[in-house]
């Protein structure tokens, strides 16, 4: 067969149907990750409460905001909810990995620790319970988690961690900081692991923000500066509405350079100071 003029060589149209066919193929893959990026986000955003309890004298918000690059799903999560005696459970944590399998062993993490609060107040028990089941399930993956619980009534603040991020205080005294408290070593490791517990009693109006390690820490960006950032963040905002305030915790992200998605927590407790007597500091 003879080629017109004009027309490109068999060798050259065969290699521009080769390259068609792969740009086909790279597109489509691309189209699949997408769909198993939104899939991703999808059930990890649904595994996150769907309200915040509300109690007298108690304001409560958070935040949630995928990671930086839209390319990796995390394991960040947090949750509140009233237990069986009336006090608050707070929790957030943090799931190695970036992957649906990390999105999956997210939601057995936050439905344990929801299920074992509800059998037991004791922080003690909640998180080194969760951490023998989450261990029987071999996943073969660890989580960072903080949970706390507040008796709105008695005022006392029970705290514990599993390798976490502590959590950052402000006082209506003008107190402020970070708690550091003692720790254990994330959930799903050692079998058996006992975590302390931090007791306070809150003795005057107070602002408590959980928050991950992704909103204050980067790569080049020490976790110390990131948590003093906050810290003087809920200073300079502790009048602000818990919903404003959980915005302004989130954005601390951007300074950081951080990649990784993030969570925050802020809880409110309005109840009124005692008109003498020392302050409580968390």
């Given at each position: ?277 020392p302050s409580g500091r968390p």
């Amino acid at each position: 067969m003879r080629e017109r003029r004009g027309d490109p060589p068999e060798s050259a149209q065969a290699l521009l149907v080769t390259l068609g066919r792969l740009v086909d193929q790279a597109l489509e893959r691309i189209r699949l990750q997408q769909a198993r990026v939104e899939l991703a986000v999808a059930m990890q955003r649904h595994m996150l409460p769907p309200a915040l309890p509300e109690l007298p004298g108690l304001r409560i918000a958070a935040r949630y905001a995928p990671a930086g690059d839209g390319l990796d799903v995390g394991g960040d999560w947090y949750d509140a909810f009233v237990m069986l005696d009336g006090s608050l459970g707070l929790a957030i944590g943090d799931v190695q990995g970036h992957d649906m399998e990390a999105v999956a062993f997210m939601g057995q993490v936050r439905t344990s620790l929801r299920a074992l609060a509800q059998a037991t107040s004791d922080p003690r028990q909640v998180l080194g319970r969760a951490n023998d089941l989450l261990i029987s399930m071999g996943y073969g993956l660890f989580a960072t988690c903080c949970f706390l619980r507040f008796d709105p009534v008695t005022r006392d603040l029970h705290v514990s961690r599993a390798g976490h991020v502590p959590m950052v205080w402000a006082t209506a005294g003008g107190g402020y900081g970070v708690a550091l408290d003692r720790g254990g070593p994330p959930l799903g490791i050692l079998v058996g692991e006992r975590y302390p517990v931090t007791h306070r009693r809150l003795m005057e109006p107070g602002v408590l923000v959980l928050l991950t390690d992704g909103v204050v820490e980067g790569p080049s960006y020490p976790m110390e500066a990131g948590l003093a950032e906050v810290a003087k963040l809920v200073r300079t905002g502790f009048d602000a509405d818990p919903d404003v305030l959980a915005s302004a915790v989130i954005k601390v992200a951007d300074l950081t350079g951080h990649r990784d998605d993030a969570a925050v927590l802020v809880v409110r407790y309005d109840g009124p100071a005692p008109s003498s007597g020392p302050s409580g500091r968390p």
